[in-house]
Nanobody, 123 residues
């Protein structure tokens, strides 16, 4: 397993942008599929985006066009760029990792998780 530490969350107004980061410890980052999930109060954790180590990328339909996932293997860091933020984007955002190249979209497919970073969008 690896250790994941998210950063970059905060309080922003609707329409603003944020970039979340996830620093991953260990030498296996480049062989991991990495994903972003989010969980709003009272709701289940939901998939946002994932990046396989081979370049495959998947997005949740509701965020396509507003969100970009990227990774810097030299820095062991995963990013999530979010634009045109809406109040419904308010949630705790989690970074997750799994062995393999498939950008899976369900939480049980991932075996490593960060502690999360809060994103609050005010309308």
């Amino acid at each position: 397993q690896v250790q994941l530490v998210e950063s970059g969350g905060g309080l922003v107004q609707a329409g603003a942008s944020l970039r979340l980061s996830c620093l991953v410890s260990g030498r296996t980052f480049r062989t991991y599929t990495m994903g972003w999930f989010r969980q709003a109060p009272g709701k289940e954790r939901e998939f946002v985006a994932a990046s396989g180590w081979g370049g495959r990328i998947r997005y949740q339909d509701s965020v396509k066009g507003r969100v970009t996932i990227s990774r810097d293997n030299a820095k062991n860091t995963l990013y999530l760029e979010m634009n045109s933020l809406k109040s419904e984007d308010t949630a705790v955002y989690y970074c997750a990792g799994r062995v393999g190249n498939c950008p899976a979209s369900t939480p049980p497919d991932y075996d490593s998780w960060g502690q999360g970073t809060q994103v609050t969008v005010s309308s």
